[in-house]
């Protein structure tokens, strides 16, 4: 079955920038898309379409694709920003998620 | 403002069966993608299931053939039947939409609920 494979947890100091990545196969054919998701909460999309950012998303949130890799950006890191990221993609049969970033801010 | 409310979690023993429903408001069910994606405790996201605005539905190779997901027009209501459960079943159910503008053969969520806790021991 198809998979997206992300970095288990990534670590910041407040201000700096975030860089979470997601790699899959299809990623060069297929948009990804990106959840935040804090302990006790349902996720929230911060990222549509590789690199869309909905209504009421910080600036500091945005999307880029190369390749078979899509980077989540966070930049000036905010001790908020502390969550679960996960990405996600269209496989054969649906939509398949990554296995999730813990995002620490040090 | 668009709300989905998940409900009918709890425990079950294994072989067991459950469902869930998913009320919808601020928007028309029939009009969305709408899904079922589940986190077991401490672990990631996994979709489980979809049904089309066109009615036509799919489902994960985990749960195919024994989870069934559906909806009520009338109610603006989504389901999902879950026969035969398994104690690996265990898991956070969130309903999510799908926006209309994204309906196509990938598509993401804009709006999820807060979950519903399905518990099935062995």
């Known amino acids: 079955s198809y998979e997206l494979t992300q970095p288990p947890s990534v670590s910041v100091s407040p201000g700096q920038t975030a860089r979470i990545t997601c790699s899959g196969d299809?990623?060069?054919?297929?948009?990804a898309y990106w959840y935040q998701q804090k302990p006790g909460q349902a996720p929230v999309l911060v990222i549509y379409?590789?690199?869309e950012r909905p209504s009421g998303i910080p600036e500091r949130f945005s999307g880029s694709s190369s390749g078979t890799t899509v980077t989540l950006t966070i930049s000036g890191v905010q001790a908020e920003d502390e969550a679960d990221y996960y990405c996600?993609?269209?496989?054969?049969?649906?939509?398949?998620f990554g296995g999730g970033t813990q995002l620490t801010v040090l | 403002e668009v709300q989905v409310v998940e409900s009918g979690g709890g425990l079950v023993q294994a072989g067991g069966s459950l469902r869930l429903s998913c009320a919808a408001s601020?928007?028309?069910?029939?009009?969305?993608?709408m899904s079922w994606v589940r986190q077991a405790p401490g672990k990631g996201l996994e979709w489980v299931s979809v049904?089309?605005?066109?009615?036509?539905?799919n489902y994960a190779d985990s749960v195919k053939g024994r989870f069934t997901i559906s909806r009520d027009n009338s109610k603006n209501t989504l389901y999902l039947q879950m026969n035969s459960l398994r104690v690996e079943d265990t898991a956070v159910y969130y309903c999510?939409?799908?926006?209309?503008?994204?309906?196509?053969?990938?598509?993401?969520?804009?709006?999820w609920g807060q979950g519903t806790l399905v518990t099935v021991s062995s």
């Open positions: 996600q993609s269209a496989d054969n049969s649906g939509t398949v």
């Open positions: 601020g928007f028309t069910v029939s009009s969305n993608y």
């Open positions: 379409k590789d690199n």
């Open positions: 049904i089309y605005s066109a009615g036509s539905t």
């Open positions: 999510a939409r799908v926006p209309v503008a994204a309906a196509g053969t990938s598509y993401y969520f804009d709006y």
């Open positions: 299809a990623l060069p054919k297929q948009y």
